[in-house]
């Protein structure tokens, strides 16, 4: 009977060592920050109390590995106005070194800003301010949370049709 116990004992132990080795395999936990930066802005459908816009962003992969992300939570703002907040559980992959476009679609209001955004879009040549921060979601299973906080800017006149 004791000699059960001990093997019981030593199985457990062997058993969580696996496990542990495991979940360091599967999480990776050298990881750097993407870089993830708003690329263009489309109007898909606007109205005075809802605007559908198409936003693609560049995401970059400093890693030396894959970068497979199962979830991005992200605020855009556009010279301290709040163009689009929200998270996509939409999974890819970003190469080692290498980079991926993706697009979110987004629906906002913002008529409470339609001066501002007037004013941001009277002179088309003039760069817009952008803030976009966020976190995104690694792995499946075991995962880890990166950062991300990128300024940029963007020329309105490129997104104004002819």
């Not at 409470?112 to 955004?117: A, E, F, N």
Request: glycine fraction near 6%; charge should be positive; proline fraction near 6%.
């Amino acid at each position: 009977m004791f000699y059960l116990a001990q093997l019981i004992t030593r199985i457990s132990l062997v058993s969580l060592l696996l496990l542990q080795a495991g979940c360091a395999l599967f999480s990776s936990s050298s990881y750097r920050d993407p870089v993830i930066s708003l690329e263009q802005v489309e109007v898909e459908k606007a109205n005075l109390w809802e605007q559908r816009l198409a936003l693609t962003l560049l995401v970059e992969n400093p890693n030396s590995v894959s970068l497979p992300i199962s979830k991005l939570v992200y605020s855009i703002d556009l010279d301290g106005v709040l163009l689009a907040s929200g998270e996509s559980n939409s999974s890819f992959t970003v190469p080692a070194n290498g980079r991926r476009r993706i697009t979110l679609p987004v629906r906002t209001n913002l008529w409470r800003h339609v001066k501002r955004i007037v004013k941001m879009l009277e002179k088309p040549d003039n760069p817009v301010p952008y803030r976009l921060r966020g976190e995104v979601k690694t792995g499946m299973l075991f995962g880890q949370t990166l950062s991300v906080d990128r300024t940029g800017q963007l020329l309105p006149g490129q997104y104004i049709p002819d």
